[in-house]
């Protein structure tokens, strides 16, 4: 079980596409993380830009992610 107040910020993005590819990067590689914001953003259809969506990875696993993220050329944020 994932300790969510131990979770730390990884990146805000808006684009759900781009989303669904960081997550099978992240799940790929092991690594906790959850996605806050999602259900905000499906919400502000059309306007979805307004309400970025932000990944968060457990702090023990934060390198790891960061690593996994920039070897695919995808660690930076919207």
């Not at 994932?2 to 669904?20: E, F, H, Q």
């Not at 059309?46 to 934060?62: F, K, S, T």
């Amino acid at each position: 079980m994932l300790d969510y107040g131990a979770m730390k910020l990884l990146l805000s993005i808006t684009d759900p596409v781009r989303l669904t590819y960081l997550e099978s990067l992240l799940k790929g590689a092991g690594v906790h993380y959850a996605v806050h914001d999602r259900h905000m953003a499906d919400l502000m259809i059309g306007a979805g830009h307004l309400v970025p969506m932000r990944i968060m990875v457990a702090g023990e696993d934060v390198a790891q992610a960061k690593r996994v993220l920039t070897e695919a050329g995808q660690y930076y944020d919207d």
